[in-house]
């Protein structure tokens, strides 16, 4: 069964820098690219950044390129989000996602909040 677990949200000041974890089970991790979803409130779920199943490559939404990085370390079985020089309006709830075989697996999100 596959299981996704983040953590690593909170209240973080502006400015700041935040790095989230995804612990997978359930499935052969290095063998399935990663993402990192965000939903603040009241918009839809959009997609933050993507990496290949080794590590080697990974894609950013226009709105965090720049100040957030994502890799994974396949020992481990986990995803890691960083974004640096946080703005309010990346108050959100993060998920961590990944699709085998056509079918989309969530994790259960955790919260991030920037404020001063």
């Known amino acids: 069964q596959v299981h996704l677990v983040e953590s690593g949200g909170g209240l973080l000041q502006p400015g700041g820098s935040l790095r989230l974890s995804c612990a997978a089970s359930?499935?052969?991790?290095?063998?399935?690219?990663m993402s990192w979803y965000r939903q603040a409130p009241g918009k839809e779920r959009e997609l933050v950044a993507t990496?290949?199943?080794?590590?080697?490559?990974?894609n950013y939404a226009n709105s965090v390129a720049g100040r957030c990085t994502i890799s994974r370390d396949n020992t481990k079985n986990t995803v890691y989000l960083q974004i640096n020089s946080l703005k309010p309006e990346d108050t959100a709830v993060y998920y961590c996602q990944v699709i085998i075989l056509l079918q989309t697996y969530w994790g259960q999100g955790t919260q991030v909040t920037v404020s001063s």
């Open positions: 990496i290949n199943y080794n590590g080697e490559s990974a």
């Open positions: 359930g499935f052969t991790f290095n063998m399935y690219a």
